[in-house]
């Protein structure tokens, strides 16, 4: 069973650019997270998506914004691209056996994003 | 605010030796935690987890403890090896939800 797949491994963008971020997760997977890691901050929350839904979504301004295809799989986009926004970006999907059951979630390699 | 934490950044253990890797949450409400270990270059793999009705559990050369009265979750380690050598994290489910909260990560090298 193949694992979480996120692409592309590395991007370099420059300020004020956009970037949209991919993310395959595990067949039969429907919740699919997104995290973003710093060594300064390290591994926050973004937002969560549920059948095409976003259900979830952190404390993160609204130049991040994702969304879930019907296939499960999610793309996240960072608009208007600023330093700070340098970072491992993480996908994570979980299966859910039944509403409200927590399951553990696994992640993808992740993307290192720079901004420069 | 509320958050998972850890008592201590680097640990350092000789290889062969176990190895206990703290972590104190604070919201009483938390009902699921999970321990990931990551490598360089790699995103986190999830090790074990546990419930907030058990105690304990136990994986393969790994066991979680968790004492909801002092809210404090351990990750111990046996017979530690070289490749343990990474960076651990605690996370936490809050009420059901969907959103993992991390600690701020425990890096541990293992000496040959």
């Known amino acids: 069973k193949a694992g979480v797949t996120q692409t592309p491994r590395y991007l370099i963008k420059t300020r004020g650019q956009q970037v949209t971020l991919s993310c395959s997760p595990i067949?039969?997977?429907?919740?699919v997270s997104w995290y973003q890691q710093t060594p300064g901050q390290g591994l926050q929350f973004l937002f969560e998506?549920?059948?095409?839904?976003?259900?979830n979504k952190g404390n993160f301004p609204g130049r991040f914004s994702g969304r879930q295809f019907s296939n499960s799989r999610s793309e996240m986009n960072v608009s208007t691209l600023e330093l700070g926004d340098s970072a491992l970006y993480l996908c994570?999907?979980?299966?859910?056996?039944?509403?409200?059951?927590?399951?553990?979630?696994?992640f993808g390699q992740g993307t290192r994003l720079t901004v420069v | 605010g509320e958050s998972v934490g850890l008592h201590l950044p680097t640990l350092s253990v000789q290889e062969g030796d176990n190895s206990i890797i703290n972590c104190a949450y604070s919201n009483s409400a938390s009902d699921y935690f999970i321990w990931y270990k990551q490598e360089s270059g790699k995103g986190p793999q999830f090790i074990i987890d546990i419930r907030s009705n058990m105690d304990k559990r136990q994986g393969q050369r790994v066991t979680v403890l968790l004492n909801k009265t002092v809210k404090h979750l351990s990750l111990q380690i046996a017979a530690t090896q070289p490749g343990d050598s990474a960076v651990y994290f605690c996370?936490?489910?809050?009420?059901?939800?969907?959103?993992?909260?991390f600690g701020g990560g425990t890096r541990l090298m293992v000496k040959p």
């Open positions: 996370a936490e489910i809050r009420n059901a939800g969907n959103m993992l909260t």
């Open positions: 998506y549920f059948s095409e839904t976003q259900r």
């Open positions: 994570a999907s979980r299966a859910e056996v039944r509403p409200g059951m927590n399951t553990e979630a696994f």
């Open positions: 067949s039969g997977h429907r919740s």
